[in-house]
T-cell receptor
Framework: GENVEQHPSTLSVQEGDSAVIKCTYSDSASNYFPWYKQELGKRPQLIIDIRSNVGEKKDQRIAVTLNKTAKHFSLHITETQPEDSAVYFCAASERGSTLGRLYFGRGTQLTVWP | NAGVTQTPKFQVLKTGQSMTLQCAQDMNHEYMSWYRQDPGMGLRLIHYSVGAGITDQGEVPNGYNVSRSTTEDFPLRLLSAAPSQTSVYFC??????????FGPGTRLTVT
């Protein structure tokens, strides 16, 4: 099955700086890569996703890049704010297949200091 | 739409007791799954279902049973609770080609 690795496990940045979280995957059949944000005591919620036919996707301060050849994808948060503090999870999946299951990384605890 | 709902929100069990965690969704999603979340371990898949009557095991299925008699409901049964099953449990659902929505979670403690 798929194996997703995520780094770093913890990340501290000053407010206004950028944050980058990186993930690698093992299965070349994976074609869907979502990122979830989980605030303390809450459920994970999708913040951005990318499909394998796209190399980069942006949504305001958040962007995701995908390198299919190297099998890695990254989350970029610019102009970080204290409310960005949360645990972020990457995942990979072969969407549209009979499996459709998500394989998650172990998460990155992001702390943004004011 | 209520989205994905889970009950109960909190539960304390004694070792050896059994219970069922309930999960329901009203979005007519084909795919439903159960995850457990432990500190530093991310979200680990317990069981999943690709449609009514069809279930399969995930990464950590031991000690848990599931069934999917309707599209809406996907209960998770603990047959004989163990302290190692102390965790936060999330149910999730999705269509084949859309995002996965998570329920609010159930915090389970086994003493």
């Amino acid at each position: 099955g798929e194996n997703v690795e995520q780094h770093p496990s913890t990340l501290s940045v000053q407010e206004g700086d950028s944050a980058v979280i990186k993930c690698t995957y093992s299965d070349s059949a994976s074609n869907y890569f979502p990122w979830y944000k989980q605030e303390l005591g809450k459920r994970p919620q999708l913040i951005i996703d990318i499909r394998s036919n796209v190399g980069e996707k942006k949504d305001q301060r958040i962007a995701v890049t995908l390198n299919k050849t190297a099998k890695h994808f990254s989350l970029h948060i610019t102009e970080t704010q204290p409310e960005d503090s949360a645990v972020y999870f990457c995942a990979a999946s072969e969407r549209g297949s009979t499996l459709g299951r998500l394989y998650f990384g172990r998460g990155t605890q992001l702390t943004v200091w004011p | 739409n209520a989205g994905v709902t889970q009950t109960p929100k909190f539960q304390v069990l004694k070792t050896g007791q059994s219970m069922t965690l309930q999960c329901a969704q009203d979005m007519n999603h084909e795919y439903m799954s159960w995850y457990r979340q432990d500190p530093g371990m991310g979200l680990r898949l317990i069981h999943y279902s690709v449609g009514a009557g069809i279930t399969d095991q995930g990464e950590v299925p031991n000690g848990y049973n599931v069934s999917r008699s309707t599209t809406e409901d996907f209960p998770l049964r603990l047959l004989s609770a163990a302290p190692s099953q102390t965790s936060v449990y999330f149910c999730a659902s999705s269509r084949w080609d859309s995002e996965q929505y998570f329920g609010p979670g159930t915090r389970l403690t086994v003493t």
